[in-house]
Protein backbone atom coordinates (compact mmCIF):
# COMPACT_ATOMS: atom_id res chain seq x y z
CA UNK A 1 0.00 0.00 0.00
CA UNK A 2 1.86 3.34 -0.95
CA UNK A 3 2.12 6.43 1.48
CA UNK A 4 -0.48 8.82 1.81
CA UNK A 5 0.80 12.31 2.66
CA UNK A 6 -0.16 14.06 5.24
CA UNK A 7 -1.02 18.04 5.70
CA UNK A 8 2.40 18.86 6.59
CA UNK A 9 3.64 16.71 3.78
CA UNK A 10 1.37 18.82 1.72
CA UNK A 11 2.31 22.14 3.02
CA UNK A 12 6.57 21.33 2.25
CA UNK A 13 5.51 19.93 -1.11
CA UNK A 14 3.55 22.85 -2.01
CA UNK A 15 6.28 25.46 -0.71
CA UNK A 16 8.75 23.62 -2.54
CA UNK A 17 6.76 23.84 -6.33
CA UNK A 18 6.20 27.35 -5.47
CA UNK A 19 9.83 27.57 -5.27
CA UNK A 20 10.90 26.49 -8.09
CA UNK A 21 7.95 28.03 -10.18
CA UNK A 22 9.26 31.48 -8.56
CA UNK A 23 12.79 30.84 -9.70
CA UNK A 24 11.67 29.74 -13.36
CA UNK A 25 12.74 25.56 -13.19
CA UNK A 26 8.52 25.05 -13.86
CA UNK A 27 6.66 26.93 -17.06
CA UNK A 28 3.38 26.44 -18.13
CA UNK A 29 4.34 27.03 -21.98
CA UNK A 30 1.03 26.75 -23.17
CA UNK A 31 -0.50 29.35 -21.67
CA UNK A 32 -0.36 33.10 -23.21
CA UNK A 33 -0.19 36.28 -21.28
CA UNK A 34 -3.51 37.80 -22.88
CA UNK A 35 -4.54 35.46 -25.59
CA UNK A 36 -4.07 38.18 -27.75
CA UNK A 37 -0.76 38.07 -29.76
CA UNK A 38 -0.91 42.31 -30.43
CA UNK A 39 -0.80 42.84 -26.22
CA UNK A 40 1.64 39.51 -25.90
CA UNK A 41 4.08 41.65 -27.29
CA UNK A 42 4.18 44.20 -24.56
CA UNK A 43 3.11 41.43 -21.68
CA UNK A 44 6.30 39.35 -20.16
CA UNK A 45 4.91 36.14 -20.58
CA UNK A 46 7.44 33.79 -18.02
CA UNK A 47 4.95 35.83 -15.17
CA UNK A 48 1.94 33.77 -16.39
CA UNK A 49 3.66 30.76 -17.13
CA UNK A 50 5.27 30.61 -13.40
CA UNK A 51 1.67 31.73 -12.14
CA UNK A 52 0.13 29.26 -13.76
CA UNK A 53 2.55 26.74 -13.42
CA UNK A 54 1.85 26.68 -9.97
CA UNK A 55 -1.84 27.28 -9.91
CA UNK A 56 -2.19 24.19 -11.81
CA UNK A 57 0.11 21.58 -9.57
CA UNK A 58 -1.78 23.27 -6.27
CA UNK A 59 -5.23 22.42 -8.27
CA UNK A 60 -3.80 18.28 -8.45
CA UNK A 61 -2.68 18.45 -4.60
CA UNK A 62 -6.22 19.62 -3.91
CA UNK A 63 -7.93 16.73 -5.57
CA UNK A 64 -5.26 14.31 -3.83
CA UNK A 65 -6.87 15.98 -0.59
CA UNK A 66 -10.32 15.07 -1.56
CA UNK A 67 -9.42 11.92 -2.84
CA UNK A 68 -7.37 10.89 0.31
CA UNK A 69 -9.01 13.02 2.77
CA UNK A 70 -5.99 14.96 3.73
CA UNK A 71 -7.04 17.94 6.28
CA UNK A 72 -6.09 21.41 5.35
CA UNK A 73 -6.07 22.43 9.05
CA UNK A 74 -2.87 23.76 11.05
CA UNK A 75 -3.16 24.20 14.19
CA UNK A 76 -1.07 27.80 15.41
CA UNK A 77 -0.75 28.62 18.89
CA UNK A 78 -0.81 32.55 20.19
CA UNK A 79 0.00 33.79 23.44
CA UNK A 80 -0.80 37.41 24.83
CA UNK A 81 -1.40 39.22 27.57
CA UNK A 82 -1.39 36.39 29.38
CA UNK A 83 -3.46 34.42 27.45
CA UNK A 84 -2.67 31.01 25.45
CA UNK A 85 -4.72 30.07 22.53
CA UNK A 86 -4.45 26.17 20.44
CA UNK A 87 -6.60 26.97 17.44
CA UNK A 88 -7.39 25.32 14.19
CA UNK A 89 -6.93 27.50 11.22
CA UNK A 90 -6.88 26.42 6.85
CA UNK A 91 -3.53 26.70 5.71
CA UNK A 92 -3.68 29.32 3.33
CA UNK A 93 -2.76 27.10 0.17
CA UNK A 94 -4.33 23.87 1.05
CA UNK A 95 -8.42 23.61 0.88
CA UNK A 96 -10.76 22.53 4.01
CA UNK A 97 -12.77 19.34 4.16
CA UNK A 98 -15.77 19.09 5.13
CA UNK A 99 -15.11 17.93 8.32
CA UNK A 100 -12.31 20.80 8.71
CA UNK A 101 -15.14 23.55 8.18
CA UNK A 102 -17.19 21.57 10.65
CA UNK A 103 -14.49 21.99 13.48
CA UNK A 104 -13.40 25.81 12.14
CA UNK A 105 -17.55 26.18 13.41
CA UNK A 106 -17.03 24.06 16.44
CA UNK A 107 -13.97 26.52 17.32
CA UNK A 108 -15.27 29.61 16.45
CA UNK A 109 -16.60 30.36 20.44
CA UNK A 110 -13.00 29.58 21.76
CA UNK A 111 -11.17 31.91 19.37
CA UNK A 112 -14.15 34.68 20.20
CA UNK A 113 -13.38 34.15 23.84
CA UNK A 114 -9.95 34.52 23.41
CA UNK A 115 -9.85 37.87 20.79
CA UNK A 116 -12.90 39.52 23.66
CA UNK A 117 -9.68 38.72 26.70
CA UNK A 118 -6.90 40.55 24.61
CA UNK A 119 -8.38 42.99 22.65
CA UNK A 120 -9.91 45.17 25.83
CA UNK A 121 -9.45 48.71 26.00
CA UNK A 122 -7.65 48.26 21.97
CA UNK A 123 -8.60 50.36 18.92
CA UNK A 124 -10.82 48.35 16.49
CA UNK A 125 -11.28 48.88 12.92
CA UNK A 126 -13.40 47.15 10.12
CA UNK A 127 -10.96 46.35 6.73
CA UNK A 128 -12.70 48.13 4.01
CA UNK A 129 -12.31 47.64 0.19
CA UNK A 130 -9.49 44.93 0.45
CA UNK A 131 -7.61 46.61 3.31
CA UNK A 132 -6.70 49.77 1.41
CA UNK A 133 -9.22 51.54 4.19
CA UNK A 134 -10.27 51.46 7.74
CA UNK A 135 -12.98 52.44 9.71
CA UNK A 136 -13.23 52.62 13.49
CA UNK A 137 -16.10 50.52 14.86
CA UNK A 138 -17.13 49.62 18.11
CA UNK A 139 -17.30 45.98 20.27
CA UNK A 140 -20.95 46.03 19.99
CA UNK A 141 -20.98 46.60 16.03
CA UNK A 142 -18.37 43.31 16.10
CA UNK A 143 -20.37 41.57 17.81
CA UNK A 144 -23.24 42.22 15.08
CA UNK A 145 -20.80 40.64 12.47
CA UNK A 146 -19.75 37.74 15.07
CA UNK A 147 -23.67 36.73 15.33
CA UNK A 148 -23.63 36.08 11.08
CA UNK A 149 -19.96 34.61 10.83
CA UNK A 150 -19.57 30.80 10.35
CA UNK A 151 -15.77 30.46 10.99
CA UNK A 152 -13.24 32.43 12.06
CA UNK A 153 -9.14 33.43 12.11
CA UNK A 154 -6.71 35.00 14.17
CA UNK A 155 -3.56 36.40 13.36
CA UNK A 156 -1.14 38.26 15.36
CA UNK A 157 1.20 40.95 13.45
CA UNK A 158 3.86 42.91 15.55
CA UNK A 159 4.43 43.28 19.61
CA UNK A 160 3.74 45.01 22.27
CA UNK A 161 3.14 48.95 21.13
CA UNK A 162 2.73 47.86 17.60
CA UNK A 163 0.62 44.85 18.37
CA UNK A 164 -2.30 44.29 15.75
CA UNK A 165 -5.00 41.33 15.90
CA UNK A 166 -6.63 40.24 13.02
CA UNK A 167 -9.99 38.38 13.32
CA UNK A 168 -11.25 37.46 9.54
CA UNK A 169 -14.92 36.51 10.09
CA UNK A 170 -16.12 34.14 7.25
CA UNK A 171 -18.97 32.39 5.78
CA UNK A 172 -18.61 29.62 2.76
CA UNK A 173 -15.39 27.84 1.78
CA UNK A 174 -12.11 29.53 3.24
CA UNK A 175 -10.13 28.88 0.55
CA UNK A 176 -12.09 30.85 -1.43
CA UNK A 177 -12.91 33.62 0.88
CA UNK A 178 -8.96 34.64 -0.10
CA UNK A 179 -8.99 37.68 -2.24
CA UNK A 180 -12.82 37.29 -2.58
CA UNK A 181 -12.53 34.50 -5.09
CA UNK A 182 -15.88 32.81 -4.30
CA UNK A 183 -17.74 35.93 -3.36
CA UNK A 184 -20.67 36.28 -2.74
CA UNK A 185 -21.20 32.97 -1.40
CA UNK A 186 -17.76 32.63 0.81
CA UNK A 187 -15.72 35.91 1.64
CA UNK A 188 -15.00 37.33 5.15
CA UNK A 189 -14.46 40.34 7.16
CA UNK A 190 -11.31 41.34 8.59
CA UNK A 191 -11.36 43.43 12.45
CA UNK A 192 -8.34 44.82 13.42
CA UNK A 193 -7.06 45.61 17.05
CA UNK A 194 -4.79 48.07 17.66
CA UNK A 195 -3.39 50.00 20.90
CA UNK A 196 -5.52 53.34 21.47
CA UNK A 197 -4.16 55.93 18.90
CA UNK A 198 -2.47 53.46 16.40
CA UNK A 199 -3.74 52.77 12.75
CA UNK A 200 -3.91 49.29 11.41
CA UNK A 201 -1.02 48.50 9.20
CA UNK A 202 -2.04 44.86 8.29
Known amino acids: MSRIYTTEDLIKILADERRACI????????????????LDKFLQPDGIQKFTAYQDFRAAVHQYQREHSVSGIIWPILTMKGHRLRFPKLDDQLIALPRDLNLLKIAKRHLFDFWHEVTDQMDLYLSLDASKSYRLVTPEDVERIMQRTEWASLTQLGKLDNLEI???????KPEEAIYRRGFPESGSEYVHAVNPGNYPCG
Open 166 to 172: ILQLGWG
Open 23 to 38: NGQRLNLAVSPSGSPF
